[in-house]
């Protein structure tokens, strides 16, 4: 009688496997061998649950959003405005061992949705989620008079995001920028113009 496999818990133990070769070897090292070494596996078994390398890619990179969200709603809990807004930027920015693993994944996935875009159409887009947290805790922070209500909210986002997502880049490329103290002071510098 053959084996039945449970092909979703397959497919997260593949995913779970190319995070945990990125977090001990590096991104360069999760290769399909790697991986199917991690799990005790053939590497022609990988392909049973995937469809290619990409569809591996995609599926860490959401599962680090899941991640990244669920930290976020941890870390959020009860909280408001901008007592809310730091500890979300906190999980999201590169600052720490998981978080710089974390950017290794994201990054090189970045590098293949740019090369196939047949992948983008499964990916959420976490500029409008995160976007629309940030900007309630703006909102929160106004009425608590902790934020000038004349602040370009919109505007403000759109720098912060691409702070978040340039610090994923810098984390890859072993910038001096990936400093936590420095990441977290961009993100202060955005805000002290509008701060009461």
């Not at 809990?77 to 807004?85: C, I, M, N, V």
């Not at 990054?107 to 875009?117: C, E, I, K, T, Y």
């Not at 910038?175 to 002290?192: E, I, K």
Request: charged fraction near 20%; include cysteine.
């Amino acid at each position: 009688m053959p084996k039945i496999v449970d092909h979703d818990q397959r497919r997260s133990e593949i995913v779970e496997a190319y995070l945990a070769v990125v977090a001990r070897d590096g991104l360069a090292a999760a290769t399909s061998r790697a991986i199917a070494a991690e799990l005790a596996i053939g590497t022609g078994a990988l392909w049973h649950y995937f469809d290619g390398f990409d569809d591996v890619a995609a599926g860490a990179y959401q599962r680090i959003v899941e991640r990244t969200n669920g930290r976020i709603a941890a870390v959020t809990a009860g909280l408001r405005g901008l007592d809310a807004f730091y500890p979300m930027i906190r999980e999201i920015l590169p600052l720490t061992k998981e978080t710089l693993d974390e950017a290794h994944v994201v990054v090189g996935f970045w590098g293949r949705l740019a090369a196939n875009a047949k992948i983008e159409e499964t990916q959420e887009d976490l500029g409008d989620y995160w976007g629309g947290l940030i900007a309630g805790y703006f909102a929160e922070a106004i009425e608590d008079g902790v934020l000038d209500p004349a602040m370009p909210i919109p505007d403000v986002l759109d720098v912060l995001l691409t702070i978040c997502l340039g610090q994923q880049v810098n984390a890859v490329m072993a910038s001096p920028m990936v400093d936590p103290s420095r990441q977290l002071g961009m993100v202060d510098h955005c805000l002290r113009p509008w701060r009461l």
